[in-house]
């Protein structure tokens, strides 16, 4: 089914690739919109104060970083798993993802108490605003990541996939794997510049 | 494997919560018809206080709320959201889903022979999504705290204060939402679904015009969505994204944070309005292109170069919204840059218009109904798109750009022009919707009645602007220097309310011609795209009896040597 589908398409690339792709970029100007707002305000704004670095926790978000970009890895092991045919190896690494993904939310939610804790909050001052808004924008993406990887799960268990079958692993990877990006670009501006 | 599967289907799978991108459209037009009656209502009150400021409302005005307009004078509070709901309902829910949604859903697969969308199910959530922010926006003149009053264009500080605009922000979320999951469906369709041999350089204008604006509408409305965000945001939970430091409302030092900047959301937003300008106008530029070689029984002049056009703008159309900031204190170093794109931009619209008029030349032109909305369009679209140059200097934009003139510019660009269109892609379609065509002697009194009237509406917003007439103003006459241009205010207002009373002809014609109209045969204009090679209405779900192969360009009329003037794009030899 997938194989005639793929023919039957202008371009060879099936829909649903296609489809992601074009949805991606509308979330890069998405991310990109509240980035440069981001940027402006804080090269542009007499009043935005950064706060002093020891109080963003560093190590904790690398930590993060590294739990993020491993579960990109998983992620792409899956999908090796599942076009070599072996729908066991497919569910032991998306479990694996499903488990970092879940790993990042946690330690996200321990930095955000820390934080809050500590004085910055959403009302703060901007950068305060602009971390919580920009932070909880992307751990709503993981949250819908780890909705989708499960659904995967799922129907993987259930043997829906295997060395033909298996678009959609495909899809989510893409997905993941900007979801991921997004987070590499907004470690640097907010915790290292 | 799905395709072969064939099932009775429900009321309700058929006509509410269908796949199919024909009812889809459907749902889209009817519903958008309903948006753009309300926000010209919606208007048609505020003509009243124009025209007599301070006087009650007669007939309407003893049905409205004392909270609105007691005794029946309009409130300011409810003149300002009724200027703020009309440009909101008449872009957002009426004109937009109705090029796009509807003819863009409807036409642009049987264009390029596809049986469906690509993704039928993103298609219906993309109806229904808009569907719920069109009745939430609506709702909201009912909800506490009222519709929003800040202007279509939602500027801050005012739009963080008033109430009614948390409503106004969660409904536009579901449009940004529901434009994104069709932008998604239209651009992957026209990659990937063209029917066999129909490459790019023979893909029909209006393909090509609903794959740009797509591509507009993908890229703009997040950054709207960025913004809307952070504007709940300053509303809600008392963030300063926008709200400056040292803010004084009423009388009262603002005890927020601050040190935000208010001009961010007009960057923001700009960003995406200057776009949806041409998400606006493309569509009906394409059907312009179609209707026009149709009637001419010629190949549209230029086809490559308005293809080309169409791309061009689609580029340059986000490089020039800071032209609507001129007045906001924008760095005259970076007012000279967006000078500069805005004249460029202005490059590819007269080239367009330019072909389409050059189309005209030495043809034997059947003059039909669709025919005469096109061919109005070109001299309405160029007064449109001319009395915008002087907006995009800013010598001259500094004067007039708090004035009349800039909504006169606006509506002829989107009414006379875009509007315009629209009704004739509404006639020239028609047949193929519904198997019947509309009535023609009506389709002309529609016609000739509302060009003329909006002519008369929309011509004297220059004048007013050019005398100095403040746009937004709730009471015209408090300024001495608008008294002597007063008596023009009186003529618009009779000029819109007439406006209202020669759509009857066209409303009475459209559902009477659905169910009473002369049957129409397959290609009653004898025209040459892929949507006349299948049966009027086309199928269900399938579209046409057999994959079309594509064997020629779109627009092959009259060509040499053969017996008839129009020569089907699928047509062997």
Redesign the interface.
């Known amino acids: 089914?997938n194989d005639t589908r793929v023919l039957d398409?202008?371009?060879g690339?099936p829909?649903g690739k296609?489809?992601m792709w074009?949805?991606l970029?509308?979330?890069v100007?998405?991310?990109?919109?509240?980035i440069s707002?981001y940027v402006?305000?804080r090269t542009?704004?007499?009043?935005?104060s950064i706060p002093p670095r020891e109080m963003l926790g560093v190590p904790l978000a690398t930590l993060n970083t590294f739990v993020l970009i491993t579960s990109s890895v998983t992620m792409v092991l899956a999908l090796d798993a599942v076009q070599k045919g072996s729908v066991k190896g497919l569910v032991r690494y998306l479990s694996a993802t499903l488990f970092l993904a879940f790993c990042f939310l946690g330690i996200k939610a321990y930095e955000y108490h820390h934080k809050w804790l500590e004085g910055i909050t959403?009302?703060?001052?901007?950068f305060g605003?602009?971390y919580y808004?920009l932070t909880a924008?992307h751990a709503l993406h993981v949250i819908g990541g780890i909705v989708f990887i499960s659904y995967l799960l799922a129907m993987a268990l259930k043997g829906r996939y295997d060395s033909r079958e298996h678009a959609r692993v495909e899809y989510a990877g893409l997905y993941w794997h900007f979801v991921d990006l997004v987070w590499v670009v907004l470690f640097p501006i907010f915790y290292l510049l | 494997?799905t395709a072969a599967v064939h099932r009775e289907e429900s009321f309700i799978g058929k006509w509410i919560f269908s796949r199919d991108h024909k009812v889809i459209g459907l749902q889209y037009m009817f519903t958008s018809l309903v948006f753009l009656l309300i926000g010209f209502s919606l208007i048609l009150l505020i003509r009243w206080q124009l025209a007599y400021p301070g006087r009650p409302i007669p007939f309407i005005g003893d049905l409205l709320p004392d909270s609105l307009a007691p005794g029946g004078i309009m409130m300011p509070d409810f003149y300002n959201s009724l200027g703020a709901m009309h440009g909101t309902i008449m872009i957002f829910l009426g004109i937009v889903p109705l090029g796009v949604g509807a003819f863009g859903n409807y036409f642009l697969p049987l264009q390029i022979g596809a049986k469906d969308m690509?993704?039928p199910t993103l298609n219906m959530s993309s109806y229904w999504v808009y569907f719920v922010g069109g009745v939430l926006m609506l709702s909201s003149f009912v909800l506490p705290g009222g519709a929003a009053r800040a202007g279509w264009t939602s500027y801050v500080p005012l739009s963080v204060i008033s109430s009614g605009q948390t409503t106004w922000l969660l409904a536009m979320t579901f449009l940004i939402t529901s434009s994104?999951l069709g932008?998604?469906?239209f651009?992957?369709t026209t990659?990937?679904?063209?029917a066999p041999g129909?490459t790019w350089s023979r893909l029909p204008l209006f393909a090509w015009a609903q794959f740009v604006t797509g591509l507009i509408l993908?890229?703009?409305?997040?950054?709207?969505?960025?913004?809307a965000?952070?504007q709940l945001?300053d509303r809600v939970?008392?963030?300063?994204?926008y709200m400056p430091?040292g803010l004084i409302i009423s009388g009262e030092l603002s005890q927020?944070?601050?040190?935000?900047?208010a001009l961010?959301w007009q960057?923001?937003f700009w960003?995406l309005a200057h776009p949806e300008v041409y998400v606006l106008l493309l569509p009906p530029m394409g059907i312009v292109a179609e209707i026009l070689a149709n009637g001419t029984r010629k190949p549209i002049f230029g086809y490559k170069e308005v293809a080309g056009s169409f791309c061009f703008i689609a580029v340059l159309s986000f490089m020039v919204w800071a032209h609507h900031m001129f007045v906001s204190g924008l760095k005259t170093s970076l007012s000279y840059l967006f000078m500069t794109t805005t004249m460029t931009i202005s490059i590819p619209s007269i080239a367009i218009l330019t072909c389409f008029l050059l189309s005209l030349k030495d043809a034997s032109i059947r003059f039909t109904v669709p025919m005469l909305f096109s061919l109005a369009f070109l001299p309405m679209f160029g007064i449109g798109g001319l009395t915008g140059l002087p907006l995009g200097f800013t010598p001259t934009d500094v004067y007039l750009h708090d004035t009349y003139y800039v909504i006169g510019h606006f509506h002829y660009v989107v009414v006379t022009g875009t509007l315009i269109a629209l009704f004739g892609g509404i006639y020239y379609w028609f047949p193929k919707m519904f198997g019947r065509s509309m009535n023609m002697f009506w389709g002309k009194v529609h016609f000739w009645g509302t060009i003329v009237l909006m002519n008369l509406i929309f011509f004297p917003m220059f004048i007013q602007g050019l005398a100095g007439v403040q746009r937004r103003l709730y009471d015209p006459t408090v300024q001495l220097h608008n008294l002597t241009v007063q008596p023009t205010n009186v003529l618009m207002s009779y000029a819109s309310w007439g406006l209202l009373l020669f759509q009857v002809p066209f409303i009475v014609n459209f559902f009477w011609s659905i169910f009473k109209g002369a049957r129409s045969e397959e290609n009653p204009w004898q025209a040459t795209t892929l949507e006349w090679a299948c049966p009027s209405p086309p199928l269900p779900h399938v579209n046409f009896e057999k994959v079309p192969t594509v064997h020629r360009g779109p627009y092959e009329y009259s060509v040499p040597g053969r017996e008839a003037d129009f020569w089907p794009q699928n047509e062997e030899n």
């Open positions: 089914m398409t202008s371009t690339i829909n296609l489809g074009v949805f970029a509308s979330e100007m998405l991310f990109g919109g509240f707002s402006i305000l542009g704004s007499p009043y935005f959403l009302t703060s001052g901007l605003s602009f808004t924008l | 494997m690509a993704f994104l932008a998604i469906n651009i992957v990659l990937n679904l063209r129909l993908l890229f703009a409305f997040p950054v709207l969505q960025a913004g965000v952070l945001l939970a008392q963030t300063s994204f430091q927020r944070g601050g040190g935000g900047n961010l960057h923001l960003f």
